[in-house]
């Protein structure tokens, strides 16, 4: 039973252009959140996917925009990098539980390793 | 905004010694949950808390979760090298769902 992967593991990018990172939840899981963790702060929420749309957006700009594909998967895309942007970049899989609460445990990736030079 | 603030940010222990932190909410929470990131890690669930004035024990860990509900500490005992890392709380607000991450403690270990 494969985890929640992410890919790429590391990428470099220069101010200005884009960047697509990609998550596979865990079996089982239909949720998808994504955080962004700079060097020495605690995660912070960007939005969340279920059911191919995104319920809840954090305090992040319109340059960051998701998707999430019919097998769950999803992907995260930051447009006109800034160097802010560098960052640890978290994928994390839930299960929503019946009734509307999701008490379910995020489980989450390796994350993808941006730097913007 | 919401916030959750924890204290300490840094512990440096002696093997052996005890070790809390401690994780604090502006609002009431819905649940709260734990996570361990070693250095060059990702975030690694530990246990989910939910009940006012819950406790739970993993082995040499103690969690609470306070009355109020905006509230709620890690505990560890005799530590260990181990037990070396990063420890965060996050808590859950209403039927949201995404994570409030605290600051994160981070435990040094001395042999």
């Known amino acids: 039973d494969a985890g929640v992967t992410q890919s790429p593991t590391h990428l470099i990018k220069t101010r200005g252009q884009q960047v697509t990172l990609r998550c596979s939840p865990k079996?089982?899981?239909?949720?998808v959140s994504w955080y962004q963790q700079a060097l020495g702060q605690g995660p912070q929420f960007i939005f969340q996917y279920y059911e191919e749309e995104e319920r809840q957006r954090g305090n992040f700009p319109d340059r960051f925009s998701g998707h999430q594909f019919p097998n769950y998967s999803s992907e995260l895309n930051v447009n006109a990098l800034l160097l802010g942007d560098s960052a640890l970049y978290l994928c994390?899989?839930?299960?929503?539980?019946?009734?509307?609460?999701?008490?379910?445990?995020?489980?989450f990736g390796p994350g993808t390793r941006l730097l913007v030079l | 905004g919401q916030q959750v603030m924890q204290i300490p940010q840094y512990q440096h222990v002696q093997e052996g010694e005890d070790f809390t932190t401690y994780c604090n909410s502006s609002?009431?929470?819905?649940?709260i949950q734990w996570y361990k990131q070693r250095p060059g890690g990702h975030p690694v669930f530990l246990i989910q808390?939910?009940?006012?004035?819950e406790v739970k024990k993993q082995k040499r860990l103690t969690f609470q979760f306070g009355e109020a509900k905006k509230n709620s500490s890690l505990h560890i005992t005799a530590t260990q090298t181990t037990d070396v890392g990063t420890y965060f709380c996050?808590?859950?607000?209403?039927?949201?769902?995404?994570?409030?991450f605290g600051k994160g403690t981070k435990l040094s270990v001395k042999p």
């Open positions: 808390l939910v009940k006012s004035g």
């Open positions: 994390a899989s839930s299960r929503k539980l019946a009734g509307g609460l999701n008490h379910e445990t995020q489980y």
């Open positions: 996050a808590g859950v607000r209403g039927s949201q769902g995404n994570l409030i």
């Open positions: 609002t009431t929470l819905s649940n």
């Open positions: 079996s089982g899981h239909d949720t």
